[in-house]
């Protein structure tokens, strides 16, 4: 009696064997994935250079004469050497320091209210049931594709209106709107589990204690990349600035530096020394808070899908 059930037993064994066997040929798969990994590498090394050797470039030149600047054909090392003339003449031009503050001060200020209240925003659309809601979110996506530079005019008419010509304010609040950012935090708000807030809820917690003391601690990550973009987005913003001031004491530092190459004419030297300076805040930012950006971005899920 034990042999014949036995039988069925090694008739399931057999398959079993047979397809470990028929598993095994899957190394070309992996090597297939191994070139493809290659491949990316390479394309990526290729978009790294294309962004790189420019910058170089404009590095390289910022640091050489004017006369090496203008000189045909061009080559990376200058005859003369290199020198610091052109960042010299840059800043005994310009007012650097106070146009550096004035940038730094209405970028901060910007950043601050514009996280604020794109995560109070997004928190609204995420969670809360109004009426109205759903066509007020359609608004708010509709007015990423405004081109900015059809508000001016009138932005302009409402700052004159409220005497904010030639002040910080007026730099800041017409900034001080992100849709995109909202949209960017709803899509992270709708991840958070909800059952996180009810069993705040059950324990007592009202909505704005659960919005302090649980979404914006799991929110840390995409808070920090809304910020950074933020705050580059202000920072390199130059119409606006342009327009809305005149006082050369409150010129943002794109809007100086510019004043500065117009007044002198074309000197390519101090035109790539002065782009230099400016991007040089930009730079350390990305350097220090890189992974907060890439952590941010893959929270998102724009990363993967």
């Given at each position: ?5 036995l ?36 394309i990526l ?27 045909t ?17 840059i800043l ?28 109070l925003?997004?928190y ?24 900015p530079q059809?508000l ?7 700052m004159?209106?409220f005497n ?29 589990p909800?059952?996180l ?5 059950v ?8 919005f ?15 910020s ?13 600035p ?21 007044a ?15 991007a040089?805040p ?24």
């Amino acid at each position: 009696m034990t042999a014949p059930a036995l039988a069925p037993t090694d008739d399931l064994r057999a398959p079993t064997a047979r397809r470990g066997r028929e598993r095994a040929p899957h190394k070309p798969g992996r090597s297939r994935f191994g070139v493809m990994s290659v491949v990316s590498i390479v394309i990526l090394v290729v978009m790294a250079a294309l962004w790189l050797v420019p910058f170089l470039w404009s590095l390289a030149t910022s640091f050489k004469s004017e006369a090496d600047a203008a000189a045909t054909p061009q080559t990376w090392l200058p005859a003369g050497g290199f020198t610091l003339d052109a960042y010299r003449a840059i800043l005994d031009q310009g007012n650097i320091p106070t146009w550096l503050f004035n940038s730094l001060f209405t970028s901060i200020v910007i950043t601050l209210i514009v996280v604020a209240t794109s995560a109070l925003v997004a928190y609204a659309f995420s969670r809360l049931d109004f009426r109205g809601k759903k066509w007020l979110y359609v608004a708010t996506i509709a007015s990423i594709i405004v081109p900015p530079q059809v508000l001016i005019v009138p932005l302009f008419y409402q700052m004159l209106a409220f005497n904010m010509v030639d002040t910080y304010w007026g730099i800041i609040l017409p900034q001080a709107i992100a849709p995109a950012m909202v949209f960017v935090l709803k899509k992270f708000f709708d991840q958070v589990p909800i059952e996180l807030e009810d069993a705040a809820r059950v324990d007592g917690a009202g909505r704005v204690r659960v919005f302090f003391t649980i979404l914006l601690p799991l929110s840390r990550p995409i808070l920090g990349a809304v910020s950074i973009f933020v705050f580059i987005g202000a920072w390199n913003n130059f119409l606006w600035p342009f327009i809305v001031t005149n006082d050369a004491s409150l010129l943002t530092l794109p809007v100086g530096l510019q004043t500065i190459k117009s007044a002198y004419g074309i000197q390519y030297a101090q035109n790539m020394a002065a782009a230099i300076l400016a991007a040089l805040p930009l730079i350390l930012v990305f350097l220090f808070f890189q992974r907060q950006i890439i952590k941010g971005i893959s929270t998102t899920g724009f990363g993967g899908q």
